[in-house]
């Protein structure tokens, strides 16, 4: 019941964390893999064995239960920055309009002129892999923008030069590290070790939370891009993912009634694709009422009660949970110990136990951060160490254009009309093919990007994630 999703929810400092690591220790003993952002650099601590302490002994003998088998479990770093971990990267028309938008915080108006240069960058073959391409093809609209109001409608040269101051302070957040390629692929977070193991993947986002709303896009695409992607394979006996979205708040925090719809549409479809969510946040109201309605298997640890409003959110957190007439949920949740929880799971035909009030078990592998030393040192023994170091600037839409404006006197770029490609794109789209073929060689993932990259349409559109072609119909 894994894949039906899950809540960790509580007031800081009582234990989630703790929880999220015991979690995915177990989840990994199981042969599932595991991703997990780590947004307080706690969680590195997963690699390497737990170690005796006093605070441990005295709370093993309270539990009164015996010393844990301490192990370390197999790790892999992910890092945007690229300083802790794998660099990981997604292309801009994999991100597509609507999760760009969001991004750079555009209102109804500027995220039309942005889906309009998605649009004429599909209809016309040309790729966006990195932000240069993205300030390319704006720059290219705008001027040209009375050539394709007609088909595309008005384009407002004021919301193009509000796409890109909004690129720039972007690009300031650190955001151009996050596009491009390679891309990840993601068989790379589906691995098991030589043990069976399942492969902890933890995503340094101690930095990256320092823009949240990239953090939040950039997990949120990765959790559409793994429904796109992943096969259906119904209920499984286990899943092959689990997903953990720390911070969930930052995810629902002004995001438009459009994308609500479509995190709930992923969450609730990519159970059948074997991948389990598990929100993390301090309160259960944090998230929304329709994705809340889907995670079945929840830990709730202490809530806080110094406000009204608090008050208020105790009484609806303990409404979620199935009663159990030996226990005061309310009064309980303000009386939770540190590590100490109310749990509640689904049965074996997937109905809601009764809420327990339960102790965490202490985790086998170490509390707290493992030393940069280490964590590098498991970065360099990586089977992919060296394939997402180095970044890979293929011909795409920035070098198009400045071939064309190059030997053109007048640049123009008509837009393509149903299958008919005029001769101006023809040649500008002559070669593509011959010159995508002689780069692609030195990466691998590269021809799997240009795979996913081309869709219908004559060959010439560029398929989005879910995110982004559920808009329209899915291509």
């Given at each position: 019941m894994a894949n039906r999703h899950g809540l960790i929810a509580g007031a800081t400092g009582t234990g989630k964390t703790i929880s999220l690591q015991v979690l995915a220790e177990n989840f990994s003993r199981a042969g599932v893999s595991v991703f997990l952002a780590d947004v307080k650099g706690d969680l590195s601590g997963l690699q390497s064995p737990g170690v005796d302490s006093p605070k441990l002994k005295a709370r093993l003998q309270k539990l009164q239960i015996a010393t844990p088998q301490f192990s370390g479990f197999?790790?892999?770093y992910w890092d945007v920055f690229g300083k802790s971990g794998h660099p990981i990267r997604a292309t801009i028309s994999e991100m597509g309009p609507l999760l760009i938008g969001r991004l750079l915080n555009l209102?109804?108006?500027?995220?039309?002129?942005?889906n309009v240069v998605f649009r004429v960058a599909d209809d016309n073959g040309l790729l966006l892999l990195d932000l240069k391409d993205l300030r390319a093809m704006?720059?290219?609209?705008?001027?040209?923008a009375s050539e394709y109001t007609t088909q595309y409608g008005n384009i407002s040269t004021a919301s193009v030069g509000a796409i890109q101051r909004g690129l720039l302070v972007l690009e300031e957040q650190g955001g151009e590290n996050l596009f491009g390629e390679p891309a990840l692929n993601l068989d790379d977070l589906l691995q098991t070790d030589a043990q069976g193991k399942g492969m902890v993947n933890i995503l340094n986002a101690a930095t990256l939370m320092q823009s949240p709303k990239l953090y939040a896009t950039l997990l949120l695409w990765l959790l559409s891009e793994l429904y796109e992607n992943l096969p259906e394979v119904g209920d499984v006996e286990k899943p092959k993912l689990v997903f953990f979205f720390d911070e969930a708040h930052l995810l629902f925090n002004e995001a438009p009634k459009v994308l609500l719809e479509k995190i709930e549409q992923v969450v609730r479809l990519i159970r059948s694709k074997g991948v389990g969510v598990y929100f993390v946040t301090q309160h259960p109201t944090d998230v929304p009422e329709n994705v809340l309605a889907q995670l079945g298997n929840r830990i709730q640890h202490a809530l806080r009660a110094f406000t009204p409003q608090e008050q208020k959110n105790i009484k609806l957190a303990a409404q979620t949970f199935r009663a159990n007439p030996k226990i005061n949920v309310e009064t309980a949740l303000t009386?939770?110990?540190v590590g100490e929880a109310l749990v509640s799971v689904l049965d074996e035909q997937g109905k809601p136990a009764m809420v327990e009030r339960a102790w965490i078990f202490p985790p086998a592998s170490q509390i707290g951060p493992a030393?940069?030393?280490a964590v590098q040192k498991a970065i360099q023994s990586s089977v992919l160490?060296?394939?997402y170091e180095k970044s890979v600037d293929r011909e795409?839409?920035?070098?198009r254009l400045k071939q064309k404006s190059e030997t053109s006197a007048a640049p123009s770029m008509p837009a393509s009309s149903g299958s008919s490609i005029p001769s101006t794109m023809a040649t500008l789209l002559g070669g593509f093919a011959k010159s995508t073929h002689s780069r692609q060689g030195p990466v691998e993932a590269m021809a799997m990007s240009a795979a996913r990259a081309i869709g219908s349409q004559v060959g010439r559109q560029i398929i989005r994630g879910v995110l982004g072609s559920l808009l329209s119909k899915r291509r």
């Open positions: 197999p790790v892999t209102n109804d108006t500027q995220a039309g002129v942005l704006l720059a290219h609209v705008g001027e040209h009386d939770l110990a030393t940069p030393d160490f060296g394939h795409s839409a920035y070098e």
